[in-house]
């Protein structure tokens, strides 16, 4: 089978390691890729989002399946694409479509889904520019803190936590008024704050059944003890010592099965992941949010944990046939490190030569932001560059294996925290 995967990261280097490892597997192709990701496969430079050209590119190389990492493609509709064009609407497609998409496109349709299909969420209230009046008294009355949400995708940065109700008012301001994040601001969803600890619960569906697989936990911020600005993920944990055999009982039957089921009842075929952002409060879980995709650096922890083959699974759900499967995962811990540029997530320099990736041999290299230069060695070319994953016994192990990992790799600016896992160890 060829198989195309779509992205760039260091979710989309896990995918292509263990694509390239499925016994269906014969030719993979990632577009565009990364350093790592060569080592998998074909990187191909086209640019996803032109869906003509990506489209020219599957027939050619006869494409048999697509797998979608990243969010962007699939709310632009990459899949009705591929659906609705003769020529190619025979390739099988893991990533749903644009109405299912909406999950992670938009804060609001995905707040009301839960509202009506009685899924736990915090309470909230969307606001546009004709009741934005209205949207600062509701925020001058909110108990604190207040979360604020641009609507639409904002490059992860469309949240914010809100300590005072000033600071709330004028942030509602200028996200309606003076389009703080574009037009993914037009409309913000204002809602209250849960108090509690967060972990990712991943769903993989095939339109009718689903498999839930191992549960995770990001480090977000960029500082150690979970302070400073918030980032793409700066590590991750998997399993989530917290989400046991009862705690997840509740997550499937109060989460999982009504998103399913109002997923059918509002008509649409979703094929792919759904991954559920949750903050446990007390013992009770709660939604923040739902993706239409992988996490990331979450990936890098939960794929080396699952032993089904990955083209197998990736097949079954765009054929329907998730029932058919076993899931089977590894009883270890996988902790996973990101290694970042300095200044991330500000400004930061690319194009730092990197040494080191021989010295590593217990632990899974998954390339993030890299490139191949001109004199065909490995630089840096992102904020998160590399996403180091090691398996052991125990959290504990696994991330002390991370981290001799992470001391052998070296490029000017290089950043990594040294306490993913810290909660647990
Ligand atoms: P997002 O960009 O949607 O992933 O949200 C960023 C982060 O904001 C989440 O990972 C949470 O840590 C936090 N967050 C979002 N909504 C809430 C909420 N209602 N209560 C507490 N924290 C939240
Ligand atoms: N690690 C969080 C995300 O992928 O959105």
Known sequence: MNILLIGSGGREHAFSYYLNKSKLCSHLYIMPGNAGTAECGANVSINPLHFDKVAEFCIE??????????????????RN????????KHIKFVGPDQAGAAMEGSKDWSKAFMSKYNV??????????????????????????IV????????????????????????????????????????????AFLDGIELSVFVLCDGNSYKILPSAKDYKRIGEGDTGLNTGGMGAISP????????MEKVESRIIKPTIEGLKQEGIKYVGFIFIGLMKVGDEPWVIEYNSRMGDPETEAVLPRIKTDIGELML??????????QLEISNQTAATVMLVSAGYPGDYAKGKVMTGFDDVNKSLVFHAGTKINANNEVETNGGRVLAITSLADNIKEAVALSMKAAAKINYDGKYFRKDIGYEFI
Not at 120 to 144: D, I, R
Not at 174 to 184: L, P, R, T, V
């Open 61 to 78: 190389k006869n494409i048999e399946l697509i797998l979608v990492g990243p969010e962007e493609p699939l709310v632009k509709g990459m």
């Open 81 to 88: 694409y591929f659906e609705s064009n003769e020529e190619i």
């Open 120 to 145: 736990p969420t915090a309470t909230y209230k969307t606001f546009t520019a004709e009741n934005l009046q209205e949207g600062l008294a509701y925020v001058k009355q909110h108990s604190l803190p």
């Open 148 to 191: 604020l949400k641009a609507d639409g995708l904002a490059a992860g940065k469309g949240v914010l936590i809100c300590q005072t109700h000033a600071e709330a008012e004028a942030e509602l301001e200028q996200m309606i008024s003076q389009s703080k994040f574009g037009d993914a601001s037009k409309k913000v969803v204002v809602e």
């Open 240 to 247: 989530v010592p917290f989400a046991d055999e009862q705690f």
């Open 316 to 325: 079954a759900s765009a054929e329907g046939r998730l029932h058919e499967m």
